[in-house]
């Protein structure tokens, strides 16, 4: 009985192994590749940087390093504000999106735009994103501004993030540039772009949230 129990687990366990590859090549076959866009400014786009030093190329290596099935696509440009996002995210959905992140609304917080038509941007945004691809998941980056334009404006600014991310239920990471902005060492001569070395600081406070979902 014992041994007849044993046979029939290698045998249920060839079959499982065989199902895993090609049956014309008997390699194996790769998992299906999954797609993270990361759309947002020049902090996503990585300014002032060789493209191999932006903390979403460290994020796709991270993936690569742990083998996990993710392409990294890197949606930033520079100068972005939640307008201009709301302008060319169909173009960016003509793409697959598994995963969202959002990191926009930095520069219209810097630019003192309404943060009524931020939360308005940012939330037709996640609606397209939703409505094309419904199973996707979304990330909201959070941001932080000076209080150049007054304490009041710049606590409304904060709580605009966390407010996003619980309306879509979607999963928040509090401040994008947590232990790099304000910090000289870390930044870049504008005192704004995080540098080589805080783009690694930037790219592990998105981990520490991307790692929850993409196991």
Known sequence: MILLSACGDKTNTNESATAKTDSVTNAPIAKAQKQIVFFGNSITAGYGLDPSEAFTTLIQQRMDSLKLPYRVVNAGLSG???????????????????????????????????????????????????????????VIAGMEIPPNLGVSYAKQFHNLFPQLAKKNNAYLIPFLLEGVGGVDSLNQRDGIHPNATGEKIVGENAWKVLKEICK
């Open 80 to 138: 972005e504000t939640s307008a201009g996002g709301l302008s060319r995210i169909d173009w960016v959905l003509h793409q697959p999106v598994d995963v969202f992140v959002l990191e926009l609304g930095g520069n219209d917080g810097l630019r003192g735009i309404s943060l009524d038509g931020t939360l308005k941007n940012l939330q037709a945004i996640i609606d397209k994103v939703k409505q094309k691809y419904v199973t996707s998941k979304v």
